[in-house]
């Protein structure tokens, strides 16, 4: 069974500190992996999406994927209290018709 | 402009009630998902459907059955409802190549059951 494991938290940081959220998967045959962003009665949105080995940076975001150790990580610079949100983890184990698992998110929360 | 629009975004019905959950995408996806999250925030598959043919079909009661009249929709009707069907249903959508593609979700139908 395709899992996706994340730390549940909540994560509380102080604003201007640096979050860091964590998520291991099972399938090594994921192919892409995602990070969104979810408001207390929204919708997921994406906010990175990262498909080699490396780090991807976008603005106050980096995304982190290391394959060989079935790891994903999401660091958010400079947090701010507009950040305090669920942030879940997603796997795309690719294939026909495509397959979305995701992790059952950590709450972070950014202290002013 | 709306890319995944689904209808309707609250829903409280009786218990052995039927409904649907109707959802259209405008972003020329091939893949379009039902996702259901519990209360405790866990984000579920359900089924997909890509170019109108059932991919993923996930152990969920075969009192849901999804409905797929083209790729631009994806219906979710739900038979006899049961308190435990209460959670938030999301709808989704991708695009198929290859697996480097995100989905993009609906803004969700929270369903009530009483």
């Known amino acids: 069974q395709k899992e996706v494991e994340q730390n549940s938290g909540p994560l509380s940081v102080p604003e201007g500190a640096i979050a860091s959220l964590n998520c291991t998967y099972s399938?090594?045959?994921?192919?892409?992996f995602f990070w969104y962003r979810q408001y207390s009665g929204k919708s997921p949105e994406l906010i990175m999406s990262i498909y080699s080995n490396g780090d991807k940076e976008d603005g106050r975001f980096t995304a982190q994927l290391n394959k060989a150790s079935q790891y994903v990580s999401l660091l958010i610079r400079d947090s701010q209290p507009s950040d305090s949100a669920t942030y879940l983890c997603a796997v795309n184990t690719g294939g026909y018709g495509q397959n979305f698992v995701f992790g059952p998110g950590t709450r972070l929360s950014v202290l002013p | 402009d709306t890319a995944v629009s689904q209808t309707p975004k609250y829903l409280v019905t009786q218990m052995g009630n039927d409904k649907s959950i109707k959802c259209e995408q405008n972003l020329g996806h091939d893949t379009m998902y039902w996702y259901k999250q519990d209360s405790k925030k866990f984000l579920k598959i359900m089924f997909s459907?890509?170019?109108?043919?059932?991919?993923i079909n996930e152990t969920v009661p075969n009192r849901f059955s999804p409905k797929s009249p083209d790729k631009a929709h994806l219906n979710l009707h739900i038979n006899s409802l049961e308190l435990g069907d209460s959670a938030v249903y999301f709808c989704?959508?991708?695009?198929?190549?290859?697996?480097?593609?995100?989905?993009?979700f609906g803004q969700g139908t929270r369903l009530t059951v009483v």
């Open positions: 399938d090594r045959g994921s192919q892409s």
């Open positions: 989704a959508s991708s695009q198929d190549n290859g697996g480097n593609t995100e989905a993009f």
């Open positions: 459907y890509n170019n109108k043919e059932l991919i």
